[in-house]
């Protein structure tokens, strides 16, 4: 058990904020079943700070559920701190990635890592990207209901190991796609959220042994490029982030050891492509079940606009965020929103109910792009990318990648829907269509046409 959770607090209820009676495993089926619905039914009985006692929890998972609590979650930094918090997630991304680092070494690390990752570095990625858009779209085209989300993760990962690795070889690519999917896929990441016990590896066949067995395997595939790339003598050519972390030094002159590299290199690579694919995949069955924001996009992409489509992400992100919070622990003994929180209680911003609320967001259910084409929205009442010193650092990344399919999907076809609009399950920390985000693509032109030529400086990295 991580120190986090060995020092998480019991359950007393005149120390946290409300939560209901209901039994523990009440609580964790309700938020696995309807994680969505069941949070909101808490958000409207409790306030918005409540408690919620679900497992791996011992005590009870604070949650922020406004904008205004939101805000003193992502920014307060002395009173709410990150990495201890996401200690759930070590086992897969790694302890040392930058997920999972604390204070004070956190900023030092992210300052190293941050480069690659500025707008203007990421727009160079911009051509690649869409080239491996146009590699993929075929397959996508030529299904009748498809889901989005498997086609989605294949070129996410592909653009995700293009980006860190600078890999290009089609075998070595479908080598790591091939742990990668092993890895993350199957309800193998469910092994986190299982009691102490059952973590453990004990043999192959047990959920544990899976899981380290599974995770080696992508943990080999790492460490080879790193000794790769180490010897390689064009490194300080190349533009991928592995080759430019093993040159960046912080003010003392540090840099991160091989250790370290594994850790943040695998957390980039699962941090960086399930999101961006869940939320293409969301993005593109909502458009598919709301025709009028459809055509309203495909027009204003058709005339050389992108007004619509930024509009669109945003309000896919806000209505279903591929990421369902940002976790803290509480620094000492403190409160939010009136309510007592005790020190190093885990504390999570819960981005959907955030986003639904009503005060903020008028007729919070409906789907309606245009609504960000105004003024820009209340600060922390729209954080799909978290906020503070740990927002995403991949954002210009994922927008460049969800960008660029919904301009080349969309100018080959229309999405429609392939049956009712999907409902969201919690999958670790992630918000996915229960069944992948099905959509029917019906063509505008034959397969294999060039999309809608991109307009000059069309993408460009967010502020
Ligand atoms: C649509 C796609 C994505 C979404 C919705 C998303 C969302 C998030 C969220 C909510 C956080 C937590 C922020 C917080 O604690 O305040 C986060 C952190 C992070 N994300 Fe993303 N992300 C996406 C794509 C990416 C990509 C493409 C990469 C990199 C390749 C990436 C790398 C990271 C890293 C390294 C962190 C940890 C930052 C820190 O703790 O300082 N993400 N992301």
Redesign the pocket.
Known sequence: MSDAFAREPRWDPRLFPPATRAPRAVQTARMLLDPQGYARSLRRRLGPVFSLRTFPYRGALVCAADAAANRVV?TDHERFT?GDAAALLAPAVGAG???CTPPPL?LAH?KL?LPP?HGVRVARWAPRVRELVHTGLPALLSGDGVPVRPWAQRLTLDV?LR??FGLTDPARVATFRHALNAFVGMGNLAVLFLPEPLRRDLGPLSPGGRFHRLRATVVDLTREEIAARRAAPDRAHRDDVLSMLLDARDEHGAGLDDAQLLDELT??VL??YE??AT?IAWTLHLLAHHPAARDDLIADLDAGSDRLLKATVKES?RLR???YN??RTAAHDTELGGHPVPRHAFVAAL?PLTHLDPGRWPDPDAFRPERHLGADPVPYSLT????????????S??QLE?ETVLRELLAAAVPEPAGPLEPARLVSVMLVPARGGRVRLRARRPHGCPGRPPAPGSWSPPL
Do not use: D, E
């Open positions: 992502l990150g990635s930058l997920i956190h992210r890592l990752f995700i980006v860190v957390g980039l941090a960086g999101t961006t939320t992100g965020p591929a990421v940002a976790m981005f799909p990318f978290g906020g503070g010193v740990r927002r995403c650092i991949g954002v990344l994922a969800i």
